[in-house]
């Protein structure tokens, strides 16, 4: 079955995000009566959940509003045609899914790794996944053609990196898609945009502020 990475089947952007929640306490049951309350029971700590990107932060479309879907669990199949739905580590990913009234569309991933060694070694990885995803496409059918940009670095947090793919089909079909991968320690966000187009047709400039934005709110 051909490959055809529509920008419309990515259903938009987005990356994701993981609420780490720890709660450790004392030992469970009643204190003896008269006795002085517990003082070794350790506090219950609570860690922010990264945050995600609202509809307005996308790249203005220029006839159709975006509308952003829930954020849910689980690694979004809308980059399964980049990175392929098990070409990352495993880890509880969470996403959103955004969508215009016509061709375009995002998605954004999150997750919070185990260490900021951690999110670095992922941020790399799926860098370098997005570095040969026009290659791989190519191999996977050869009725598409694709070619891959770099868009260069952001200076937010621990950084960002810009990325753009461009496929054709043999039928006709044409899409653009632009993809950043950023970090905040130990978590990481993935942002994609696509429609129909070309690399004419993409909005860098637009694209690098909303993924600012989205750097920005994981913490």
């Not at 089947?9 to 995000?17: F, G, K, N, R």
């Not at 030992?27 to 995600?52: C, L, S």
Request: net charge neutral.
């Amino acid at each position: 079955m051909p490959l055809r990475t529509r920008a419309a089947a990515l259903s938009a952007v987005s990356v994701i995000t993981l609420a780490a929640i720890t709660s450790l306490t004392g030992p469970a049951g009643a204190a003896p009566a008269g006795a002085a309350p517990a003082t070794d029971a350790v506090p219950k700590v609570k860690t922010a959940a990264p945050k995600f990107l609202a509809a307005s932060q996308l790249p203005p479309h220029p006839s159709s509003e975006w509308t952003a879907g829930p954020v849910t669990d689980g690694f979004p199949v809308e980059l399964a045609y980049c990175l392929g739905e098990d070409g990352i580590p495993a880890y509880d990913y969470r996403h959103r899914v955004f969508h215009t009234e016509l061709d375009a569309g995002a998605v954004q991933a999150t997750v919070v790794t185990g260490s900021a060694a951690k999110g670095k070694a992922l941020a790399a990885l799926i860098n370098k996944k997005i570095r040969s995803c026009a290659d791989r496409i190519e191999r996977s059918d050869p009725e598409i053609e694709a070619e891959g940009r770099y868009y260069g670095s952001l200076p937010v947090e621990e950084g960002a990196q810009v990325h753009g793919l461009h496929t054709q089909a043999s039928w006709g079909a044409t899409d653009i898609h632009l993809l950043s991968v950023g970090r905040d320690g130990r978590t990481v966000t993935l942002v994609s945009w696509g429609q129909m187009g070309d690399f004419g047709d993409a909005p860098v400039a637009a694209f690098k502020k909303t993924t600012t934005k989205a750097v920005d709110k994981l913490y």
